[in-house]
């Protein structure tokens, strides 16, 4: 369903955001499943566009090569789960940021047919719209824009990723984030990264003790007093990492990344 104003997507969205629990009604569940498969409907570069819906299950199927076209470092921090950064083009200013059309051959081993879903950040950014141009015109006949971009599938769908160069940035950088360890208590208290906080996989999921999850929130564990705040996610291995970082975005933490590698690949990045 396409809506007509940008302002009203983005307003609903905020809503949305703040209404997913474990426990939604059905009505909340139906406002999702609007959004989920609106676009933006602005004119572009004459690319079609896909619903967060239909990114999913893009993803799901894996019948799109789906590439994020900002920043590397952008990318490396948080980026939709299996999407690939491609290089810049040379000489071009930040301003003007656009990614290799030449990258992206390189990518797809020159097959100008492969299905590409391109995004960036969110209804007003132009580096999608401006890489669509540029493949339209080296003559590649499958591309699509999730236009919405990077801000609204947070909204959504909540979990992204980060790689090892963003997990170094942040920890160096940010010093507001929140890295939650989400092994066993007893593997935590073996030895954790510096500053990290313990939310253990096993009190999280469905099915299990979840009040685990309430009582971070009341014990400060998570940040209840600003949900902007970024939360990295870490576990054994990324599959653990994952369920979590799922489970956290659905209590409308909407800044939430989680670490696909090791406990021991990302104590190396942190030390």
Same mark, same amino acid.
């Given at each position: ?82 999407? =690939?950064?491609? &290089? ?7 301003? !003007?940021?656009?990614? $290799? /059309?030449? %990258? @992206? ?87 954790? =990264?510096?500053? &990290? ?7 999280? !999921?469905?099915?299990? $003790? /979840?009040? %685990? @999850? ?58």
């Amino acid at each position: 369903m396409r809506l007509s104003r940008m302002s009203a997507l983005v307003c609903v969205c905020a809503l949305v955001t703040c209404s997913i629990s474990n426990d939604r009604t059905a009505d909340e569940q139906d406002s999702v499943q609007l959004i989920g498969q609106a676009v933006s409907a602005k004119p572009g570069s004459g690319v079609a566009e896909i619903s967060t819906e239909e990114l999913e299950q893009i993803l799901q199927d894996r019948s799109a090569l789906v590439l994020d076209t900002r920043p590397h470092r952008e990318w490396s921090i948080s980026h939709i789960p299996s999407a =690939i950064n491609v &290089a810049p083009q040379p000489g071009i200013p930040m301003a !003007l940021y656009t990614s $290799d /059309v030449a %990258e @992206v051959g390189r990518l797809v081993d020159g097959d100008k047919s492969q299905p590409l879903v391109l995004y960036c950040n969110g209804p007003y950014c132009g580096k999608s719209k401006r890489v669509a141009v540029a493949l339209l015109e080296e003559g590649y006949t499958d591309v699509r824009r999730y236009q919405l971009g990077a801000p609204v599938w947070r909204a959504l769908v909540g979990v992204m990723v980060i790689e090892p160069d963003g997990v170094r940035y942040v920890f160096a950088n940010d010093q507001t984030a929140v890295w939650i360890d989400v092994r066993d208590s007893s593997e935590f208290r073996g030895g954790s =990264i510096p500053g &990290a906080r313990n939310l253990p996989r096993s009190g999280v !999921l469905p099915g299990k $003790d /979840v009040g %685990e @999850v309430f009582a971070a929130k009341n014990d400060g564990r998570l940040p209840m007093e600003d949900h902007n705040t970024r939360i990295v996610v870490f576990g054994r291995d990324g599959g653990q990492a994952s369920e979590v970082a799922e489970a956290l975005a659905r209590e409308a933490f909407h800044n939430v990344a989680y670490f696909a590698g090791t406990f021991e690949e990302i104590r190396g990045l942190t030390e």
